[in-house]
């Protein structure tokens, strides 16, 4: 039997795990499944004669390598800065390995090796990074193949709460790692291009430059600008194209409230809080405000925010139980980022038959033959309950579809790659279709950038 090993059991990975084991008899798969806790990946495997959970602590250097000499082929599921310890593994046993996970300066230095040794090191490959970049590049070689010339490309991507589901003001529910959303739009300004001229956007002003779209009878969302759009003009060929601006989805109105949070301070992660262990949900808000003998912490917020007392801005504050005295935050020199983070998840995890729901939308502007023309593509994704989520199925699915196709021989192409070329792209795509994964695509009339969709 071929041997898989899976590290990281977390919340993406339900649908990956269900994927393997279903393929496993006919493809004579065996899975380990490592993780620091074995609670959830025994609740996944669910007595599966052909997998394993096992305690793995990914930090222990002899365990790690124990189970990498034994796998065919290693899927880390880690969070993005403890693959390369795996990584390193992988190239000292000769092992194939797959991630989902944006490629790192020091992964990305393991190239040459992984080449040497034929080893295909297989990244990006989840949902965003992954799904948006194998859409991305069916099109966009469609039309280079048909001799376009791109113009424009426009890209977005979010993971909400299903209609079904959408109980609460903010239209939102945690599908991921609620400290990344938390975190969103820190580190640098957004940078893209528009109409060949360069944009910066300051993580202060981030979220009041949204754009607004409709998708696919969806409904209306709006998308504020992810950090980087510049690096994926080179990525996927387009170092040339006027206009490159990629952006996360959220129902429209999020953004602005968000930022409410933002302009208080509380996302900062760059310093802890003292005694936040006994903080209420109210102390913590009267940190960042000014001090007053007489006027409440409901009335220095208004004035200093300039929100009327009848604005949805306020009743989504008060809909978070934000100026409840009685509740503590209950975590030891935390930040204000995950203070934040601890009272947003009283609020927004999802319940058990709860559904999420994820959003695609690339926008192709191009010039055939000396006329302009513009594809929209988009992708509508709802989910199970809270362990096969949406976002779990975008993300493991993909995963679990390259690793098979690279232990067959069928993805052979050796190196520390994503998945842009026709090798890859092609036949997960294809497979995709089976579980729903499927893009609509249609001619527009080409728009070019349009300014009036953005605000501020």
Avoid at 271 to 277: G, K, P
Avoid at 364 to 392: C, D, H, P, W
């Amino acid at each position: 039997m071929k041997n898989i090993l899976i590290v990281g059991a977390g919340k993406s990975s339900s649908s990956l795990i269900k994927y393997l084991l279903d393929k496993s008899h006919k493809e004579h798969l065996f899975l380990t499944i490592g993780d620091i806790s074995t609670e959830n990946a025994n609740k996944l495997i669910d007595n599966h004669k052909n997998a394993e959970a096992i305690v793995l602590d990914v930090f222990d250097k002899n365990q790690r390598e124990k189970y990498v000499k034994k796998a065919d082929i290693v899927i880390s599921m880690l969070p993005a800065r403890f693959h390369i310890a795996v990584a390193k593994d992988c190239i000292s046993f000769n092992k194939h390995m797959v991630t989902a996970s944006y490629i790192s300066e020091e992964m990305k230095a393991l190239d040459a090796q992984a080449k040497e040794k034929g080893l295909v090191f297989m990244n990006e490959i989840g949902l965003d990074p992954g799904i948006d970049h194998m859409s991305a590049m069916h099109i966009i070689d469609k039309i280079k193949d048909a001799g376009g010339k791109m113009l424009l490309f426009e890209s977005f991507c979010g993971g909400i709460v299903a209609p079904e589901s959408d109980n609460n003001l903010w239209n939102y529910k945690f599908t991921w790692n609620p400290r990344n959303v938390v975190l969103a739009g820190q580190g640098g300004a957004a940078m893209f291009v528009q109409e060949g001229t360069y944009k910066y956007i300051p993580y202060h002003k981030l979220f009041r430059r949204t754009e607004f779209l409709k998708i696919n009878g969806s409904g209306n969302f709006e998308a504020y600008a992810n950090r980087d759009s510049l690096k994926y003009r080179s990525v996927y060929g387009l170092d040339e194209i006027p206009t490159m601006y990629r952006g996360t989805i959220r129902k429209v109105g999020f953004s602005r409230a968000w930022n409410i949070f933002v302009q208080l301070g509380m996302t900062d992660d760059s310093y802890a809080i003292e005694d936040s262990e006994n903080m209420s949900y109210r102390d913590f808000i009267n940190l960042f405000l000014a001090y007053s003998p007489s006027d409440s912490v409901e009335l220095k917020l208004r004035s200093y925010l300039k929100i009327d007392q009848d604005d949805v801005m306020w009743a989504k504050l008060v809909e978070l139980d934000l100026f409840n005295p009685k509740k503590k935050i209950g975590l030891k020199n935390a930040t204000p980022a995950k203070m934040l983070q601890k009272i947003l998840q009283d609020s927004w995890t999802l319940e058990e038959n709860d559904k999420d729901m994820i959003v695609m939308q690339h926008l192709f502007g191009y010039e055939m033959n000396g006329e302009k023309r513009q594809i929209e593509s988009s992708l509508v994704v709802i989910g199970e309950n809270q362990t096969y989520t949406a976002m779990a199925k975008t993300v493991g699915l993909p995963v679990g579809i390259a690793a098979l196709k690279i232990l067959k021989g069928e993805i052979k192409t050796p190196g520390v790659q994503l998945p842009i070329t026709k090798e890859v792209y092609e036949p997960i795509l294809k497979e995709l279709e089976n579980y729903g994964i499927k893009f609509s695509e249609k001619e527009v009339p080409y728009l070019g950038y349009n300014p009036n969709n953005v605000i501020g």
